[in-house]
Every structure is written in C-alpha cells, then in structure tokens.
C-alpha cells in the first residue's frame, strides 16, 4: 500500500484528494492545525468523515513549526512516504491584508519546512498548491505558464509567489520532483464559507442578503473540486520541476453566478452592492493547454453542473450549515 501525506487535509480541497486516495486504495496520512482562518466547525466536520476509514490516520500539526513538523516526520523513518501534497495555506485575498505575518509563517515558512524535510526523508513527488492570484491583475485573454507573476496584488498572491521561487530553488539544488500547481477558483460540496459559492448558496437556501463587491461584472474561472483533485493525483507521478494551470478556462461573471444559484433555489437572491477592494482582480482565465500536454488532464464539470451538485449537498446538510459562519 502506497502512502501519501495530505497537509491542510481538513480543508475544503484536502478532504477531496483525501478521499480520492483514500478511494484509490491509498493510506493517507492527513495533518492540519484547524486554525480559525474559517469556521472551524466545518474543518472538524470534514476529519469526522475521513476517520471514519482505518486508512486515514489524522495528526494535528502546523507545518509553520519546525520542530513539531520534524518530530511528525520521524513517524516516516519505517513508512516511507511516496508523496507530500501540500494544502495547508493561509487562505483569501482579503484577510491576508489583516495578517500577513501569519499568511507568510504558513505559506512561505510552512512551504520550507516541508521540503527540506522531503528531501531529508527520500519524498518521491512533492506537489505545492499556488493560485491564480500569481497572475495579479492580468489583461491577458488566457494565463499562460510563463505569464508575468512578479506584480501581486495582495499579500496572499505575494506569499504563494515566494513559496514558488522557493521550490524553484530546491529544485536548483537538489533536483527534487517538484509540482507547482496554479488553482483557479476552486468551489465545490463542502467548500469554503469565505468564498461567493458558499455565501451565495447558504445565502438562497436561507433567505438572507449577500454583499456584492464591485458590479458583479467581474470574471472568475470557476473550477469543480473533483477536477481539481484529479489534476492533483495526476501531477504526483511527474519527474522534476512543472509548473501547471488547474483551471476550466470557461470564465464566468459573479453575476451570472448569482443568476445559476438563484435558478437552482428558485428565489432571487437580495443582494448588497458594495465598492470593490484593491486585493480583488477583475478576471482570471486559465491557460490549460501544458495541463493537457504534460498530464492529459481537462476539466469534465461545467458551472451549472459543479453548482447543482454543490447546491444539493447543501441541502442536504442545511441543518448543520445554518450554524457555519460565513465571511
């Protein structure tokens, strides 16, 4: 049996992989600190269902700390690890203004421990989520690999972009496989309560208003979360440095969100307009054409199918959901 570590693996994209390789015959051996980044109820509701399989065995761990990470490895010494796929993240562009200190202790520090103590214990593959946000405020129709990221607009692209040209380096060094994979707008059952997808849907369901930021006209490439894992599980079985969009590259307004939830809910959703902020870009777009070649990897689930699936799952856990914070 193969054995696989998932950092941040009660967050919303973490449970995913999780599952995936739970499902795929996998041991998964998860770590996360369950901070408040978000409500915390839901990051615990997550690890209740994935302790629920005898091949999921839970640690809480910060990678940010050196030596309680470096303590957590040594339990690899006879398991060997066959891939590090780190999730574990300060998350959203917004709260990274209000701190960043602890944005780049996890995305940036969290990012170093980890590899070094890769290397040190014969990793195989080491995957690192990054994100869109690289590409700041892009004009271009389409991102492309080799885009401009050296502009970040807020302190979140900022540390992700450093964790980036820290791998970069390691892999300099030590030719260590390493996969750097830009997210795009992941949404999905389960998903963040910081993120429009969930605010929108509890939203409807509820019959409570939203805050609209900007006009609405802005464009995200709102991607499934079961592409998303599938991409990640793809990208462990590469050899040396790759950079990867994982994106659907179908960009679709905030607006046009709102009209596909308000559809599904049958109830038109009140909504709050308030002034953009300056962390927020106006478009992004995945350019997934390396994705396709290195990986034969595409996105199989449009918006209006991710939305349905994600809107059923909230009713059907609405009871508990009411009691989730949103941000």
């Known amino acids: 049996m193969n054995n696989v570590l998932i950092t941040g693996a009660s967050g919303f994209i973490g449970y995913h992989l999780s599952l995936l390789y739970l499902r795929k015959g996998f041991k998964v051996f998860g770590i996360d600190n369950h901070n408040d980044g978000y409500d915390v109820k839901l990051k615990k509701w997550r690890n209740s269902q994935l302790i629920k399989n005898k091949n999921f065995i839970f640690s809480k761990v910060d990678i940010s700390s050196e030596k309680k990470l470096t303590t957590y490895f040594n339990n690899f010494k006879k398991n060997k690890l066959d891939a590090v796929v780190n999730l574990a993240a300060g998350t959203g562009v917004r709260k990274s203004t209000l701190f960043p200190n602890s944005y780049y202790e996890s995305n940036l520090m969290g990012v170093l421990n980890l590899i070094k103590l890769s290397r040190e214990f014969s990793v195989n593959s080491f995957v690192q989520a990054s994100t869109s946000s690289v590409y700041g405020d892009s004009k271009e129709k389409s991102f492309k690999i080799n885009s401009e990221t050296s502009k970040p607009d807020s302190i979140y692209a900022a540390s992700k972009k450093a964790?980036?040209?820290?791998?970069?380096?390691?892999?300099?060094?030590?030719?260590?496989n390493i996969t750097i994979l830009r997210f795009f707008t992941v949404y999905g059952p389960c998903g963040r309560p910081d993120m429009a997808p969930f605010i929108f849907t509890e939203a409807a369901i509820n019959e409570r208003s939203i805050n609209v930021f900007g006009t609405g006209k802005q464009k995200r490439d709102f991607t499934y979360v079961e592409d998303i894992v599938d991409g990640i599980y793809k990208s462990t079985k590469l050899k040396g440095l790759n950079y990867l969009n994982l994106g659907n590259n179908r960009p679709v307004s905030v607006n046009n969100l709102i009209k596909i939830i308000s559809k599904l809910s049958n109830k038109e959703i009140k909504r709050i307009d308030k002034p953009s902020t300056p962390e927020d870009v106006f478009y992004t777009s995945a350019d997934i054409s390396k994705t396709i070649k290195t990986i034969k990897w595409e996105p199989k689930i449009n918006l209006e199918e991710g939305m349905l699936r994600t809107y059923k799952w909230h009713i059907e856990n609405n009871k508990w959901l009411r009691k989730i914070q949103v941000s």
């Open 163 to 176: 964790s980036e040209v820290l791998l970069h380096a390691y892999y300099a060094l030590y030719s260590q």
